[in-house]
């Protein structure tokens, strides 16, 4: 069941380390193009929601790319129940919401997660059980036989997460979990990862939207141009830097100062 405020670091409990991450990409002559993640280090412990918080293009998609074996690292050290990334045994118990779900138009929300569930060779029956518990979860039960492309975008991201959850995964890797969707498609969506912490199973998520990760989130770390700057728990962050919110200790640790942005304030504005 879940465990919540976890203050140590006891590698027993880790289900994802990750140790002096660096991943450069190379142009066409093998130079280095773009460090997109500079030396990360940090874990996650089982039943926590760890945020991953940074504004665009600060790392974190490489960075659950790499935790996924789905880009290799230049450096460091990257481990998930304790295998390498590219270890087969280790994808069956990941649930993953890539950035941009691809979903097959023509089919409905029921098909669509029968097909993920096949490829899984998940039995019928509990094909059929898992289905319905994962439509009732997402909120989509009365909207399950109407084809995905008729879907609104905040639909689209929670068949994602229905589809992320069909092999029943201890942990989930969701990339932007709420990003372009309305206030609550948001709340929909922190619910649900509530709701999926409660059942005890891990959450790993990003998302540069620091105001709305500060409810739903045990531990955070923050990436800016692909370096670390702070980890730790919200409320820690938050007392250390003498601030009253993420977004504002998130301001602090790069250095921005204008005194012209108020406490709410958006992120992005200072990313873009
Ligand atoms: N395949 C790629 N080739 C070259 N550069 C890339 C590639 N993927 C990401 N990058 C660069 O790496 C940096 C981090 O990108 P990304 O991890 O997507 O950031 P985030 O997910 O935080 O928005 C950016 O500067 C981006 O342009
Ligand atoms: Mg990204």
Request: net charge positive; aromatic share 8%; hydrophobic share 35%.
């Amino acid at each position: 069941m879940a465990r919540r405020g976890f203050t140590t670091r006891a590698s027993g409990q880790s289900v994802v380390v990750c140790q002096g991450l660096i991943k450069t990409f190379k142009d066409f002559w093998m130079r280095d193009r773009a460090r997109a993640v500079d030396g990360v280090t940090f874990e996650i412990n089982r039943g926590e929601v760890f945020g991953l918080l940074g504004p665009n293009g600060s790392g974190k998609s490489t960075t659950i790319k790499v935790l996924l074996g789905l880009l290799r690292p230049t450096k460091g050290r990257v481990a998930v129940f304790g295998l390498p990334p590219s270890d087969v045994e280790t994808k069956k118990r990941i649930g993953y919401l890539p950035e941009e779900s691809f979903l097959y138009p023509f089919l409905n929300a029921r098909e669509t997660l029968d097909y993920y569930a096949k490829l899984f060779e998940i039995d019928h029956r509990t094909r059929e059980r898992r289905i319905d518990e994962l439509l009732d979860m997402v909120g989509l039960k009365s909207a399950q036989f109407r084809q995905v492309r008729e879907y609104s975008k905040g639909m689209q991201r929670r068949i994602g997460l229905a589809q992320a959850l069909i092999n029943d995964p201890e942990l989930l890797i969701l990339d932007e979990p709420t990003s372009g969707l309305d206030p609550l498609g948001r709340m929909k969506v922190r619910e649900i990862i509530q709701r999926l912490r409660n059942e005890g199973r891990t959450v790993f998520f990003s998302s540069h939207e620091l105001g709305e990760v500060e409810t739903v989130c045990d531990r955070v770390a923050m990436l800016h141009q692909g370096e670390l700057k702070a980890e730790g728990r919200v409320q820690d962050l938050v007392r250390e830097h003498q601030q009253i919110n993420l977004e504002q200790v998130f301001l602090k640790i790069i250095g921005y100062h204008d005194s012209s942005v108020p406490n709410d304030s958006s992120i992005h504005r200072q990313a873009a």
